[in-house]
């Protein structure tokens, strides 16, 4: 080929280089603006959908706030008129259905989006979705499974799908308050007094109820399968856990109307301590029952060692979160003592707060249980936090606790009426739901009947018949069971036992709960009494007085004098100094530890379990086993032992004339725990 030829066809090539580049150049400036218009079009619709959910959400949140003030509006009136059949929390449940069955009939949100199904085989669902539509990713995350008949009926009324909460909201911000609040408001003397017989019901009783309940449950199901009534699978570790969720009891009811008609202090105190255990001791055991697993294919056959690891797992969780709440409880009283926090009682409030909720997820984190590392932590500031707060702190912390344990508790009832109608996959099982309410009755019968006779077996002051009756029927079910219910819904077994427990709760708030009044009657079980006139009554005999004397616990007596003269100097201003109780060689130690409070106040005792009693005419002070009476005229003598003013202290409680520095201290309410009202001199 000759130069040119070669030449002409290098320019040929050239030109249709060119020609081809011009094409795409105005093909792609042609597109540009196409698809500008449609990123722009694709970004108002995002907006406009995010404000539209934004007031979804809004209207959801505005429900459950007017469901709180249409409750305590009702409340209110109750109490005015003195109706006692119906408590609050039965009261929300009730308002909680009233909206649930609105927004189920009534109100129709339909969702606007379409439903693409496709088929993707993998091992597990996984919890995050990305999705390449048109070159673009999008990021889908999973909201649960949906049963084969409801695939073209996932446009449903997406208001039903906003209202159900995450089950971790009431795990991490409802129940922590609750829980705290019950150790924080504990009537210590009560509980001690009558401390065995609450270990007892707690713990003993809380696993008799759980085998009971199912062992009872396992019969029903075996029964339902061989009539063909159960769907899928219900193993005997699901009627243990159904047993373990089944068994925390929540009588707020009957305790509400407890203290409003004062019933006999000692039944209050069984009830109360039980309840407040019994939660702490059913999440673990359930926590327990959910680890058990045995070598090989078959999960749900019988194993000695995994029998035992279960076992051991309960004694650790528990352990370790009865641990690690006491620890939180002692590092906060530690930092209230040895700063100045006092003098700015907003961040003292502030601390002590965020202190006593991080416990419960401090104890989530580390793998515990957080219900009974704050119910502990709650036990812990009362019995010495408290102590070292300002008295405006003192006021706040006791004013917050509590407005925060009303709104949650009744928030959660509200929710419990609600979720009958919105929830998404309830299986209600008649025979099962029959099953199980005798169940629950009979593991309840079991608790309290026999350990009531071995109990009076060691006790001089008995729990009489009409009051085992009594705690029998007060086997409210509430708050605890319905979260432990709630956590977890993925299977026909867990979906099943969530619709049961329901109406378990249902049942037990309306009927027992209302019927209170009636079953104290029923019982002859006296009301109005005043516990303070009558330990003043009984003790005035020197007879009763021993009696009481032999009641109280070994243990915690040595608990008592231990505590008095070592940990509550350490962690609180209360006396002695350590300069005086511990040995010469730690003087350097206990210098240190000991504030300068507890020296200016060393023949005072800033502490609302103090040994400062009123006996006839005289103010006395303990300090160990000395006793410093000091009578009208100034003089001092010395006087009994110790113990003595323990028997006293077990009697009197609370109400005690106390003298701290230059406060006169009388407190006289009580239903509440280590709180008190402080008179100037």
Same mark, same amino acid.
């Given at each position: 080929?000759?130069?040119?030829?070669?030449?002409?066809t290098?320019?040929?090539?050239?030109?249709?280089?060119?020609?081809?580049?011009?094409?795409?150049? $105005?093909?792609?400036?042609?597109?540009?603006?196409?698809?500008?218009?449609?990123?722009?079009?694709?970004?108002?619709?995002?907006?406009?959908?995010?404000? &539209?959910?934004?007031?979804?959400?809004?209207?959801d949140l #505005?429900?459950? @706030?007017?469901l709180?003030?249409?409750?305590?509006?009702?409340?209110?009136?109750?109490?005015h008129?003195?109706?006692?059949?119906?408590?609050?929390?039965?009261?929300?449940?009730?308002?909680?259905?009233?909206?649930?069955?609105i927004?189920?009939?009534?109100?129709q949100?339909?969702?606007d989006?379409?439903v693409?199904?496709?088929?993707?085989?993998?091992?597990?669902?996984?919890?995050?979705?990305?999705?390449?539509?048109?070159?673009?990713f999008?990021?889908?995350t999973?909201?649960?499974?949906?049963?084969?008949?409801? /695939?073209?009926?996932?446009?449903?009324?997406?208001?039903?799908?906003?209202?159900?909460?995450?089950?971790?909201?009431?795990?991490n911000?409802?129940?922590?308050p609750?829980?705290?609040?019950?150790?924080?408001?504990?009537?210590?003397?009560?509980?001690?007094?009558?401390?065995?017989?609450?270990?007892?019901?707690?713990?003993?009783g809380?696993v008799? !109820?759980?085998?009971?309940?199912?062992?009872?449950?396992?019969?029903?199901?075996v029964?339902?399968?061989?009539l063909?009534?159960?769907?899928?699978?219900?193993?005997?570790?699901?009627?243990?856990?159904?047993?373990?969720?089944?068994?925390a009891?929540?009588?707020?009811?009957?305790?509400?109307?407890?203290?409003?008609?004062?019933?006999?202090?000692?039944?209050?105190?069984l009830?109360?301590?039980?309840?407040?255990?019994?939660?702490?001791?059913? /999440?673990?055991?359930?926590?327990?029952?959910?680890?058990?697993?045995?070598?090989?294919?078959?999960s749900?056959?019988?194993?000695?060692?995994?029998?035992?690891?279960?076992?051991?797992?309960?004694?650790?969780? %528990?352990?370790?979160?009865? !641990?690690?709440?006491?620890?939180?409880?002692?590092?906060?009283?530690?930092?209230?003592?040895?700063?100045?926090?006092?003098?700015?009682?907003?961040?003292?409030?502030?601390?002590? %707060?965020?202190?006593?909720?991080?416990?419960? #997820?401090?104890?989530?984190?580390c793998?515990?249980?957080?219900?009974?590392?704050?119910?502990?932590?709650?036990?812990?500031?009362?019995?010495?936090?408290?102590?070292?707060?300002?008295?405006?702190s003192?006021?706040?912390?006791?004013?917050?606790?509590?407005?925060?344990?009303?709104?949650?508790?009744?928030?959660?009832?509200?929710?419990?009426?609600?979720?009958? %109608?919105?929830?998404?996959?309830?299986?209600f099982?008649?025979?099962?739901?029959?099953?199980?309410?005798?169940?629950?009755?009979?593991?309840?019968?079991?608790?309290?009947?026999?350990?009531?006779?071995?109990?009076?077996?060691?006790?001089?002051?008995?729990?009489?018949?009409?009051?085992?009756?009594?705690?029998?029927?007060?086997?409210?079910?509430?708050?605890?069971?319905?979260?432990? !219910?709630?956590?977890d819904?993925a299977?026909?077994?867990?979906?099943?036992?969530?619709?049961?427990n329901?109406?378990?709760?249902?049942?037990?708030?309306?009927?027992?709960?209302?019927?209170?009044?009636?079953?104290?009657?029923?019982?002859? @079980?006296?009301?109005?009494?005043?516990?303070?006139?009558?330990?003043?009554?009984?003790?005035?005999?020197?007879?009763?007085?021993?009696?009481?004397?032999?009641?109280?616990?070994?243990? %915690?007596?040595?608990?008592y004098?231990?505590?008095?003269?070592?940990?509550?100097?350490i #962690?609180t201003?209360?006396g002695?100094?350590?300069?005086?109780?511990?040995?010469?060689?730690?003087?350097?130690l206990?210098?240190?530890?000991?504030?300068?409070?507890?020296?200016?106040? &060393?023949?005072?005792?800033?502490?609302?379990?103090?040994?400062?009693i009123?006996?006839?005419?005289?103010?006395? #002070?303990?300090?160990?086993?000395?006793?410093?009476?000091?009578?009208?005229?100034?003089?001092?003598? !010395?006087?009994?032992? $110790?113990?003595?003013?323990?028997?006293?202290?077990?009697?009197y409680?609370?109400?005690?004339? /106390?003298?701290?520095?230059?406060?006169?201290?009388?407190?006289?309410d009580?239903?509440?725990?280590?709180?008190?009202?402080?008179?100037?001199?």
């Open positions: 080929m000759s130069a040119g030829g070669s030449f002409r290098l320019r040929l090539l050239v030109m249709v280089s060119l020609c081809v580049f011009i094409s795409f150049s $105005a093909a792609a400036a042609s597109s540009s603006p196409a698809q500008e218009k449609d990123s722009a079009m694709e970004n108002i619709v995002t907006e406009k959908k995010a404000e &539209e959910s934004h007031r979804q959400d809004s209207a #505005l429900i459950f @706030i007017l709180l003030t249409l409750t305590i509006l009702t409340i209110w009136l109750f109490k008129r003195r109706f006692r059949f119906l408590h609050e929390t039965g009261l929300a449940m009730i308002y909680g259905l009233i909206v649930g069955v927004l189920r009939y009534v109100v949100v339909p969702r989006a379409s693409v199904s496709t088929n993707c085989f993998v091992n597990a669902s996984p919890a995050t979705l990305l999705v390449n539509v048109s070159g673009k999008y990021e889908y999973l909201k649960g499974e949906i049963s084969a008949n409801e /695939v073209n009926d996932v446009k449903d009324n997406e208001m039903l799908r906003k209202v159900t909460f995450d089950p971790e909201v009431f795990f911000i409802l129940l922590p609750i829980i705290f609040h019950a150790g924080y408001s504990l009537k210590r003397r009560h509980f001690f007094r009558n401390m065995g017989s609450i270990l007892a019901y707690a713990f003993v809380t008799i !109820s759980c085998f009971v309940i199912g062992l009872l449950m396992y019969g029903c199901v029964l339902m399968k061989q063909g009534q159960m769907g899928e699978d219900f193993f005997f570790t699901d009627c243990l856990f159904f047993g373990a969720i089944v068994s009891t929540d009588p707020v009811t009957v305790l509400a109307i407890f203290h409003e008609l004062q019933v006999d202090v000692d039944l209050y105190a009830l109360f301590g039980e309840s407040v255990l019994n939660d702490a001791v059913a /999440v673990v055991l359930s926590s327990s029952i959910v680890a058990y697993q045995p070598q090989g294919d078959n749900h056959t019988f194993e000695v060692m995994a029998l035992l690891k279960s076992f051991g797992m309960f004694l650790g969780v %528990f352990s370790g979160s009865f !641990s690690l709440g006491v620890a939180t409880g002692i590092v906060t009283a530690l930092v209230t003592k040895f700063t100045k926090l006092r003098d700015f009682q907003l961040l003292e409030t502030a601390l002590f %707060f965020l202190m006593s909720w991080s416990t419960f #997820l401090l104890a989530e984190a793998g515990f249980t957080g219900v009974v590392a704050v119910l502990f932590c709650g036990i812990t500031q009362a019995h010495y936090t408290f102590n070292n707060l300002s008295p405006e003192q006021d706040r912390t006791k004013q917050l606790f509590e407005l925060l344990n009303f709104l949650a508790e009744n928030f959660i009832f509200s929710y419990m009426g609600l979720t009958l %109608f919105t929830f998404q996959n309830h299986i099982n008649p025979m099962f739901i029959v099953g199980a309410f005798l169940a629950v009755f009979v593991g309840r019968a079991a608790n309290i009947y026999p350990l009531s006779f071995l109990l009076n077996l060691g006790r001089r002051n008995k729990i009489r018949s009409n009051f085992q009756h009594m705690m029998m029927f007060a086997g409210l079910r509430g708050a605890m069971t319905f979260a432990l !219910s709630i956590r819904t299977t026909y077994a867990r979906q099943m036992m969530f619709s049961t329901l109406l378990v709760v249902f049942f037990t708030v309306w009927v027992c709960g209302g019927g209170t009044t009636q079953m104290l009657s029923c019982q002859r @079980i006296r009301v109005g009494v005043d516990s303070d006139q009558d330990n003043s009554m009984s003790f005035a005999d020197g007879s009763e007085r021993r009696s009481t004397k032999q009641e109280s616990a070994w243990l %915690f007596r040595i608990w004098n231990f505590d008095h003269n070592y940990l509550k100097p #962690l201003h209360s002695p100094p350590l300069t005086s109780t511990l040995p010469p060689c730690c003087d350097p206990a210098r240190f530890l000991t504030s300068p409070q507890a020296y200016e106040n &060393e023949c005072q005792l800033k502490d609302d379990d103090s040994d400062l009123l006996t006839d005419g005289d103010i006395s #002070l303990t300090y160990g086993d000395i006793t410093v009476s000091t009578d009208a005229t100034g003089a001092h003598t !010395s006087g009994r032992h $110790a113990s003595d003013d323990l028997d006293r202290e077990l009697a409680g609370d109400n005690e004339l /106390v003298m701290r520095g230059t406060r006169l201290v009388l407190p006289m009580d239903s509440e725990p280590p709180f008190t009202d402080h008179l100037r001199m």
